[in-house]
C-alpha cells in the first residue's frame, strides 16, 4: 500500500524545513540510499535519503517551500506494481491523532522521518534521522512481539514472507528500530525471538517523561504594541528566518535558565605574536598562516585537559564530564552564526587546527555543516577582536559549561620589575555555568589558558 514520506527531523533543534529541491519526479523508481530531495533546516542545507525502494507516486510539497512542519506529508511512495491513483489520498490511521496535539510525540507511525529529539542510529545524519514505521497490508493485523507491534518496510515484511521469516524474531537496524531490507536478508531461519534489551530502540521502549518546563519569564512587548509605536516612523520588516529564530530562542533559554557568572583576565601577546611570525615564516612554504585565533584554540584545548573537572556540560540531572578537549568556535555568518566544534583539538598541531577552523569556517558561511561538525563540545570560544571590541561577555551556549569571550589585542603600559613598559595586552572573560563550574574551578581554567597564551613555545610540547 502506499507508504507516507513525511518530512524528517534532521537535527534536534528542527521543528520545521524548507524542501529547497526535489532530486526525483513522480514515477521515478526509487532504491535504498538514493537521495530524494535537499532540505534546508535552521543551520543547512541537507540531502534526504531513502530508506526503502519503490516508485515515486506523488509530491505533495512542491520544491522551495518553506516553513514544513517536521512529520508533515512531503510525498507518497509506492510499491512495485502499485497503480499511481492509489497515491491520491493515503489512507489515514483511524486513531491518528492532529499533529499539533498538545501531546509528546511518539515514533512515526507512518512515513519517513521522526520526532525531533528521537534517537537515532548516526546523529544528525540525514538517512538516520529518517525512517518509516509503516502499516503495510490493511486486511492483516501488525505483528506483535512481546505485545508491542513489530516495525518493518513493506518490502522487509515480502522477503520475510517468501522465505518463511518470522518477523519477531529479526532485530531491526533501521530508525526507531524497524526492520529493513538488509536485516531480513541477512537473518537465519529458525532464529529465536529477540529478547527485548534494555537499551531498545525508541519504537519498542516506553515515552520517555518530558523534561521540566523552565519557569516562566516575563513576557516582552507583543508585535501588535511594536508595530503601533512605530506606526508613524518609516520602517523596513525584516522576516525571521529558521536560523534567526533557534537563535533567539536558545539564547533566551540560556539567559533564562543557566545561572552565570563571569571571569576576567588579560594576557601578553608579545611572545606568543613573535613566536607566531617565526612559525609562520617556517610554514610559508606550505602555504599554512597561523592566526592568533589558532593559538587561543590550543591555549584552551590544552587548559581544558589541566583542569579536567572544568572540561564538563550541563546533563539536567548530572554533569557530564568530557575525556577529550572538544572545543567550539563561534562563526559569524549572513544572519547569523555557526559554532564549528574542533573534535581532540589537544592532539592536534597548530597547523592542523588552522586548517581544520578554516575548512569549518568556509562551509559554515555557505551552510554546508554536517549536524556533527557543529553540535557537542563542552567549551566555546567567541572572539571580537578582529572587529576592535576591547572586551565583552558572552551568553553561554547549552549544555557547554562556560565561554570564552576574546577581545583585542590592544598596546597598553604595564608595570614590569618596578618599571612601566608598553605590551600587547588582550582582555578575556569567561562565562560560565555555576551548575557545572565553581568559581576558583573557572579560576584555575582561565588561569591555565592565560599561561599557555604567555608561553606559547610550550604549546609544541
Not at 174 to 191: L, M, N, Q, T
Not at 271 to 295: C, H, I, P, Y
Amino acid at each position: 500500500m502506499p507508504t507516507e514520506i513525511l518530512m524528517p527531523a534532521l537535527s534536534p533543534t528542527m521543528e520545521e524545513g524548507t524542501l529547497a529541491k526535489w532530486l526525483v519526479k513522480e514515477g521515478d523508481a526509487v532504491k535504498s540510499g538514493d537521495i530524494l530531495a535537499e532540505i534546508e533546516t535552521d543551520k543547512a542545507t541537507m540531502e534526504f535519503e531513502a530508506v526503502d525502494e519503490g516508485v515515486m507516486g506523488k509530491i505533495l510539497i512542491a520544491e522551495g517551500q518553506s516553513g514544513v512542519k517536521v512529520n508533515t506529508p512531503i510525498a507518497v511512495l509506492l510499491e512495485e506494481g502499485e497503480d499511481a491513483s492509489a497515491a491520491e489520498a493515503p489512507a489515514p490511521k483511524p486513531d491518528a491523532k492532529p499533529a499539533d496535539a498538545g501531546a509528546e510525540p511518539g515514533p512515526a507511525e507512518k512515513g519517513y522521518g521522526g520526532p525531533i529529539g528521537a534517537p537515532v542510529a548516526g546523529e544528525g545524519s540525514v538517512k538516520d534521522a529518517g525512517g518509516k514505521d509503516a502499516d503495510d497490508k490493511a486486511a492483516a493485523p501488525a505483528p506483535s512481539k512481546d505485545g508491542q507491534r513489530i516495525f518493518a518496510s513493506p518490502l522487509a515484511r515480502r522477503i520475510a514472507a517468501d522465505k518463511g521469516l518470522d518477523l519477531s524474531a529479526i532485530t531491526g537496524s533501521g530508525p526507531h528500530g524497524r526492520i529493513v531490507k538488509a536485516d531480513v536478508e541477512a537473518a537465519k531461519p529458525g532464529a529465536k525471538p529477540a529478547e527485548a534489551k534494555a537499551d531498545a530502540p525508541a519504537a519498542a521502549a516506553a515515552p520517555a517523561a518530558p523534561a521540566p518546563a523552565a519557569a516562566a519569564a516575563p513576557k516582552g512587548l507583543s508585535t501588535e504594541t511594536v508595530l503601533k509605536m512605530y506606526a508613524d516612523r518609516e520602517t523596513e520588516e525584516v522576516q525571521l528566518d529558521g536560523m534567526r529564530r533557534t537563535i533567539a530562542a536558545r539564547l533566551s533559554e540560556a539567559k533564562q535558565t543557566i545561572p552565570h557568572f563571569y571571569l576576567r583576565r588579560s594576557a601578553k601577546l608579545d611572545a606568543l605574536m613573535a613566536f607566531r611570525g617565526t612559525l609562520n615564516k617556517q610554514l610559508e612554504a606550505r602555504g599554512v598562516k597561523l592566526s592568533v585565533n589558532d593559538f587561543i584554540i590550543k591555549a584552551c584545548a590544552l587548559a581544558l585537559q589541566q583542569v579536567p573537572d572544568a572540561n564538563a556540560v550541563w546533563a539536567g540531572d548530572r554533569i557530564l564530564k568530557l575525556k577529550p578537549s572538544d572545543v567550539a568556535v563561534a562563526v559569524a555568518i549572513e544572519g547569523g552564526l555557526f559554532t564549528p566544534v574542533l573534535k581532540d583539538a589537544h592532539q592536534k598541531s597548530l597547523s592542523a587546527l588552522s586548517a581544520q577552523m578554516k575548512d569549518l569556517a568556509g562551509r559554515a558561511k555557505t551552510k554546508k555543516l554536517a549536524p556533527h561538525e557543529y553540535q557537542g563540545g563542552s567549551f566555546a570560544i567567541s572572539n571580537l577582536g578582529m572587529f576592535g571590541i576591547e572586551n565583552f561577555d558572552a551568553v553561554i551556549n547549552p549544555p557547554h559549561g562556560a565561554i570564552l569571550a576574546v577581545g583585542a589585542g590592544i598596546p597598553t603600559p604595564v608595570v614590569e620589575g618596578g618599571e612601566v613598559v608598553v605590551r600587547n595586552v588582550m582582555s578575556m572573560t569567561l562565562s560560565v555555568d555555576h551548575r557545572v563550574i565553581d568559581g576558583a574551578l573557572g579560576a584555575q581554567l582561565l588561569e591555565a589558558i592565560v599561561s599557555h597564551l604567555e608561553n606559547p613555545i610550550g604549546m609544541l610540547a
